[in-house]
């Protein structure tokens, strides 16, 4: 007699089957343009790499390489050779150093400096962009090219002699700002160029600086931390475990991509 009535188990994939069949028809009948969230889905749910940055995800997207629709427009990295990613801000180009994954931060250098050691003719290099801002850790390093005078005395061992593209060598000295430093103000005068540049002060670079080591230690580039709608992407992720952030192309509107058959409209968008 026991066999007329089913086992709990059986009752429960029963259930589950009666679920899949109410559902698979209901998320078909959900509108047109879920095969284009699909395709989003596939080429967005993967990381791609250049050079040595590694792991590269919302908001990035790669010319060429990850659909812009994968991140949001300011972001675009443009990939040199698979050797070396860089990205624009502002009218400058700055190549990316590093991305790191759990923060929007990422490590730049400007591309004018790699392999230089003369910043004599750069002209501006601070980052004014309201998608974009220094971390507690950058500070100005000021660069007097060409004084007249011996500074030495004041300005301690910061010196250091470079080679100008001319193939002219030129003396120098160096000095992370410090703004109550009256003594900057009087060198400036006295210089042919001064340059300030963004200097990231993390404990090798504080060693590279009191060594001398001015190249290595611009080499290390500096951490900037971005804005890119990061309360809408962990709506997105944490609504659904397998939903990625990415944007209309079109309208660079943030959208939340789900897997395929997971038919979810995302229900939140927001304009840049
Ligand atoms: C998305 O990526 C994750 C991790 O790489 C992978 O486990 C999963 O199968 C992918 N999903 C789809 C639908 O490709
Ligand atoms: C990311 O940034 C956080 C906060 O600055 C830091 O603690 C962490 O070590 C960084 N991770 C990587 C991989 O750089
Ligand atoms: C460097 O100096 C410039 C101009 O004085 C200033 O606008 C900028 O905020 C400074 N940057 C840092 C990191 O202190
Ligand atoms: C700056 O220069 C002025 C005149 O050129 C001089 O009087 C002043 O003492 C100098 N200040 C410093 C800190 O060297
Ligand atoms: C940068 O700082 C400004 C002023 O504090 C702030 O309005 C903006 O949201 C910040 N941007 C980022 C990316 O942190
Ligand atoms: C993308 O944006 C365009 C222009 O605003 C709009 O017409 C279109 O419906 C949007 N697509 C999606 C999938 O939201």
């Known amino acids: 007699m026991?066999?007329?009535f089913p086992p709990p188990i059986l009752n429960s994939i029963l259930t589950f089957m009666i679920c899949i069949l109410i559902a698979v028809p209901a998320s078909h009948g959900d509108g047109d343009g879920d095969g284009d969230v699909d395709e989003q889905y596939m080429s967005c749910n993967s990381s791609q790499s250049c050079g040595t940055v590694q792991d590269i995800r919302y908001p990035f997207w790669v010319h060429n390489i990850r659909p812009q629709f994968c991140g949001l427009?300011?972001?675009e990295l443009q990939?040199?050779?698979n050797e070396?990613?860089?990205?624009?801000?502002?009218?400058?180009?700055f190549r990316v150093l590093e991305i790191n994954n759990t923060h929007p931060i990422m490590r730049i250098v400007i591309a004018d400096y790699v392999g230089r050691d003369?910043?004599?003719s750069i002209r501006k290099s601070s980052i004014s962009d309201p998608l974009f801002n220094y971390t507690e850790k950058v500070r100005n390093l000021s660069l007097f090219y060409d004084c007249?005078?011996?500074?030495?005395?004041?300005l301690g061992n910061n010196k250091y002699k470079c080679t100008s593209e001319g193939g002219v060598v030129i003396r120098s000295f160096y000095t992370v700002d410090n703004n109550d430093d009256s003594r900057l103000h009087n060198l400036s005068n006295s210089c042919s160029s001064v340059v300030k540049v963004p200097i990231q002060l993390t404990r090798p670079n504080i060693l590279y600086l009191t060594e001398g080591r001015l190249?290595?230690?611009l080499n290390q580039g500096f951490e900037v931390r971005y804005d890119a709608e990061d309360k809408l992407c962990s709506t997105c992720t944490s609504h659904h475990p397998r939903g990625i952030c990415g944007s209309n192309q079109s309208s660079d509107e943030f959208s939340c991509f789900y897997p395929p058959g997971m038919h979810l409209r995302?229900?939140?968008s927001h304009s840049l």
């Open 266 to 268: 995302p229900s939140f």
């Open 84 to 93: 070396y990613a860089t990205i624009g801000i502002g009218h400058q180009s």
């Open 215 to 217: 190249i290595e230690a």
């Open 73 to 75: 427009r300011r972001f």
């Open 79 to 81: 990939c040199h050779d």
């Open 118 to 120: 003369c910043l004599e």
């Open 148 to 154: 007249s005078g011996d500074f030495s005395s004041q």
């Open 2 to 4: 026991s066999h007329l």
